[in-house]
């Protein structure tokens, strides 16, 4: 995604990434696509199944390409997530852990560009723009389920941070993200048959508690290699677990940073509040890649702020019954029986 407001930076590109422009290949992921199962839904685009995950042509076409070709920096790292579970802050976050020693406060490209123009999905922006790959900031970000990421990546020595969040929040947001996409479809499609959607894990890259039990799995079995965080304890203890993630990423504050104050300088620039009141973030737009075609990539165009609503915990008290609640609550039980993970839900409608 490229946002109209802001330049793009001019950093070092991987040729290898310039595959997703040459049209034979494309074409031959677009053969793959057309014989897996499709299913018409209420995100917008038509979903597709692919290794037991719902996705679109164009994601699952970016998915199939860098299983191929995509080949990580030894220092990687790599922001794991689904749609709506705090992509945006994670980004935020990482992108100014990991360049705060070359970047100045009042130069932080975080003031100027969204967080999506800072740190690009692999699956997305570095197929169709290898240019926008920076590898002076080895910080990359997708949504691909890790049973689908590239053998590159799951051998290397790159580190994944992986957020997940309530899943009643996640579908609240992703409701209201939905509906930003493409206001005039609202009443073709009711908030009910969206909420059955999810349920049945069909929603972009779900099942949702498919992704994030592959994701929590893989942390137990390399804990070295993946930080498994949960929105609302980066919320709650927001200190503990910004320290906590310099530290896995290999950029540990120091006991003077410490002193200084720039742990707290990081929260501070990364809130929900600041990043939601800049002028690149609520007036600026994005432009959201959904295919290619032999013409060039197609584009749909959004607001910056859709990506800044309310950031916080238990919104969907607000527009879920109680009915609603406890439906997911016990989906979210049930697919987590004896993984040894639970989540911070709030069950008080």
Request: glycine share 6%.
């Amino acid at each position: 995604m490229e946002s109209t407001s802001q330049k793009n930076h001019d950093p070092k590109s991987n040729e290898k990434e310039e595959h997703r422009s040459d049209q034979k290949t494309v074409n031959k992921f677009k053969e793959i696509i057309s014989k897996i199962p499709k299913k018409q839904g209420v995100w917008v685009f038509d979903l597709y199944q692919y290794e037991g995950f719902w996705g679109s042509a164009f994601w699952l076409e970016g998915m199939l390409s860098v299983q191929d070709y995509f080949k990580p920096q030894p220092n990687q790292v790599i922001v794991g997530s689904t749609l709506k579970s705090g992509t945006t802050w994670l980004k935020a976050l990482t992108f100014a852990i990991m360049t705060r020693s070359h970047v100045g406060e009042s130069t932080n490209p975080l003031l100027t560009r969204l967080p999506h123009d800072c740190v690009p999905f692999i699956e997305v922006e570095l197929c169709s723009s290898p240019q926008k790959l920076n590898l002076e900031v080895p910080l990359v970000a997708t949504h691909i389920p890790y049973t689908s990421l590239p053998k590159s990546i799951i051998n290397s020595s790159c580190k994944i941070v992986y957020i997940c969040r309530d899943p009643k929040d996640v579908f609240v947001s992703l409701w209201h993200f939905r509906h930003k996409m493409n206001p005039k479809d609202m009443e073709d499609h009711p908030l009910e048959d969206a909420f059955e959607c999810f349920c049945q894990g069909l929603t972009p890259c779900g099942p949702y508690w498919d992704h994030l039990l592959g994701y929590w799995r893989a942390s137990l079995e390399s804990p070295e290699k993946i930080l498994f965080l949960k929105y609302e304890n980066l919320k709650n203890e927001t200190t503990y677990w910004v320290k906590k993630m310099a530290q896995f990423m290999g950029y540990p504050f120091s006991l003077e940073e410490e002193h200084r104050g720039v742990v707290q300088k990081i929260i501070d620039l990364c809130s929900f509040e600041n990043l939601s009141s800049l002028k690149v973030n609520k007036s600026g737009i994005v432009r959201l890649e959904i295919g290619i075609t032999q013409v060039g990539v197609n584009t749909l165009e959004l607001k910056n702020n859709a990506f800044f609503r309310k950031g916080m915990v238990g919104d969907w008290k607000n527009l879920l019954t109680p009915e609603m609640a406890m439906r997911l609550d016990q989906i979210t039980e049930q697919k987590l029986i004896g993984s040894g993970l639970t989540l911070n839900i709030s069950t008080n409608a």
